[in-house]
């Protein structure tokens, strides 16, 4: 099995999804190329028979785009992938990514159907879609909630029928990661003729456990994780690029799986679409957080000015972030003290440095938020004390 993963992002179908989160087509083109520049291997570029605006946006990050596969969702409706076709036509590889409900809960009470009945329909919606393109993904939507005998029978069916990649949604976020892991295991030992597809995960985080989900699914076979930026989308949202990227390079050794996308770049796309999805950061977010490289307790500021990895296990650099911050907060200690006092170019004796401590934690109890500025004046006040 192969050792790279594909990174398909999703944050301008599933993310854009997001209520208040609608981009014009100018903004979702600097998304898609920033996307370009992070090195995913596919985007999904929208949902195009939903609007025209979906429709437009496919078209011109089609054509704005040079090397990452741009992928069209569709229902298993040919009207669907008729125009997701269209849409398609200025990429240079286009993927039509069509699919439908296979949990009992969307074949009986949604789709009003029955398991052969689906079957059918997933069977004929990847061969329509085979007439336009080479490139055809199928989804069994809320196949964290099927049964595992039956999703195999349409996963082989959609194989056969020509399918290039296999999409495994966890729609609902309702799996438990051994369960995910298990199923697609269950796929990759159970489907006759596996290997001629790529099977990739989808999970949603209604229960906060996407990444630890979508792990799973590659540690049992998946080799393609559809993600977004900061891990927006639909509730809770979807997987984070972020975390998983980070994730395989930071636990290459144990997992020995590598992705194609250049981490320097996580941070500044990040907070590109933090900005244009006008959709904040939570402060302590894995990886891009603004709490993610930030140290406020004595302890750790002490250990991690000793040696950075006492309590890091990234590198700030590798995700595009320039430094770790020590925040000088009522718990910080005369090392996060002295280094930030050295960093404003003051070098104090240790008595004038224990009598300036004394007042920081003074301040500290009373002000949440220390500057520099008021640094400088306890600095100033123990200077002038001194020659009074
Ligand atoms: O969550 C989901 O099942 C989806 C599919 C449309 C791929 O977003
Ligand atoms: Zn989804």
Redesign the pocket.
């Known amino acids: 099995m192969s050792d790279r993963l594909f990174i398909f992002d999703t944050t301008l179908r599933?993310g854009e999804q997001v209520p208040g989160c609608q981009l014009n087509t100018v903004e979702k083109i600097e998304v898609a190329k920033a996307l370009q520049e992070l090195g995913v291997d596919i985007i999904e570029a929208g949902f195009p028979i939903s609007s025209p605006g979906d429709f437009e946006s496919v078209v011109e990050i089609s054509k704005a785009v040079t090397w990452p596969t741009i992928c069209a969702?569709t229902r298993a409706v040919q009207k669907d992938i008729d125009v997701a076709a269209e849409s398609l036509k200025y990429a240079k590889k286009g993927r039509i990514?069509t699919?439908i409900g296979t949990s009992y809960f969307h074949i009986h009470h949604k789709l009003n159907s029955t398991p052969d009945a689906i079957l059918e329909r997933a069977v004929e919606a990847v061969k329509y879609a085979k007439k336009y393109v080479e490139d055809v993904e199928f989804?069994a939507?809320?196949a964290g909630r099927t049964e595992n005998e039956y999703l195999a029978k349409v996963v082989e069916a959609v194989i056969k029928a020509g399918a290039t990649v296999v999409?495994i949604?966890d729609?609902t976020g309702y799996c438990l990661p051994h369960e995910f892991g298990e199923k697609i295991k269950y796929l990759v030992e159970n489907v006759n003729g596996v290997h001629k597809a790529v099977i990739s995960t989808?999970c949603?985080n209604d229960l906060g456990m996407a990444t630890a989900n979508t792990i799973s699914g590659i540690m049992n076979g998946a080799r393609q994780a559809e993600v977004t930026i900061n891990g927006i989308g639909?509730r809770a949202g979807n997987t984070s690029l972020e975390e998983v990227v980070m994730i395989l390079k930071s636990r290459y050794q144990v997992l020995g799986i590598e992705t194609g996308v250049n981490t320097k770049n996580i941070y500044h796309t990040s907070r590109l679409v933090s900005t244009l999805m006008n959709m904040p950061v939570q402060p302590n977010k894995a990886v891009v957080g603004r709490n993610a490289f930030a140290h406020s307790s004595g302890i750790h500021q002490d250990g991690v000015l000793k040696f950075r990895e006492n309590y890091e296990i990234m590198d700030p650099a590798d995700v595009g972030i320039n430094e770790s911050s020590i925040l000088l907060t009522a718990r910080s200690g005369r090392a996060a003290l002295k280094h930030r006092l050295e960093i404003m170019g003051f070098e104090l004796t240790k008595e004038k440095l224990e009598e300036v401590y004394e007042q920081f934690l003074k301040l500290a109890d009373k002000k949440k938020d220390i500057r520099d500025d008021d640094i400088a004046l306890l600095v100033g006040d123990a200077t002038r004390q001194e020659h009074r």
Do not use: R, S, V
């Open positions: 599933d969702l990514h699919g989804y939507e809320d999409n949604p729609t989808h949603h639909e």
